[in-house]
């Protein structure tokens, strides 16, 4: 469990009225739903233990919205101008790494969900060997929705953009916002994975064969148990990077081993519920197919648990200082 000052009759309240948040919309509105349960005095009151809260059940519902772009603004709005209303952040596309594209254009980029609300987009770039900010209309940008690994999840793509206007230097801005970003998504991974997990226990219970629930097949048991311990493997690495936020880059190295322990975790865990699910694993029939694309898609966003991977290398090999140390 990630450290939290929340103790435990609160945070299964919370759990029941954000389960029935995003139940009942989808989680578009969830920035709407979550000032009606002033959710920010949670954040205030404990960080870690809402920010999880909030994307673990995020991930479980499989939702789509603005909350990332909400964690991502906190650091971002330091530095750039005032906003006459509601804020996204286009994010760097999954083929670029963790990279925004460069000022000169053409820009391309991922949008979590629709702008119909949405009065500024905040587009961070690479000016100079740095990065920086700049703002967009959203009726300027050229948006379809993603196809295919993860179709239907209200995600955008925007691709052929050309920059314009006055850029913003953002660069610790963007470090800081990144490492925000990273645990968040750990987080998220960590309830899609967890959602995922509870539907192959449920169908492993259910299946019967030669007389009793194939759950108590030595074999089945393994699996289901390895992708209990990636998952709290996970969360114990994101436990490390909150305890590092407060550094002046946002625990940017203990986040980015967060969202590769996330990685690594969902890779495992999808890949033992789809096979003790059999040939049910396989086919739209089952739901489980959603939980997969999802896990793999929220992997991808600021960087994949493989380019984390090769990076943290890089750096370690460079003689960089490691805290936490943890195997990668």
Known sequence: MTSTTMDAATAELLTGSLRNLFAGSAGRAVGPALET?????????DPAG??????????????????????LLAELDQVLPA??????????????????????????????AGL????????????????ALLTADPGSLPTEPVAGFDAGSGWLTVTGWQPSGTTVPAAKAWERAVAAGRRALAAEIAGVCQAALGLAVAHTSARVQYGRPIASFQAVRH????????????????DAAWAAAGSADGGAWAAALAKLRAGRAQAEVMRHCVQ??????????????????????????????????????????AGAPADPVVEV
């Open 37 to 45: 349960l002033g959710w920010s005095e949670v954040v205030a009151e």
């Open 50 to 71: 809402a920010t999880t809260l909030l994307f673990t059940e995020h991930g479980r519902a499989l939702a789509s919205s603005h909350a990332l772009d909400a964690v």
């Open 83 to 112: 906003g006459n209303g509601t804020r996204a952040v286009l994010y760097p596309h999954p083929g670029d790494g963790d990279q925004p594209s460069t000022v000169d254009g053409p820009v391309r980029g991922l949008l979590l």
């Open 116 to 131: 119909e609300s949405v009065d500024e987009v905040v587009v961070p770039v690479r000016e100079s060997g740095s990065v």
């Open 223 to 238: 699996r289901l148990a390895e992708g209990h311990v990636a998952i709290n493997d996970s969360a114990s690495m994101l």
């Open 276 to 317: 003790v699910l059999g040939a049910m694993g396989l086919t739209s029939e089952s739901a489980m197919h959603r939980y997969v694309t999802r896990a793999s898609a929220l992997d991808a966003l600021l960087g994949g648990h493989r380019a984390l991977s090769e990076a943290t290398g890089r750096t370690l090999l």
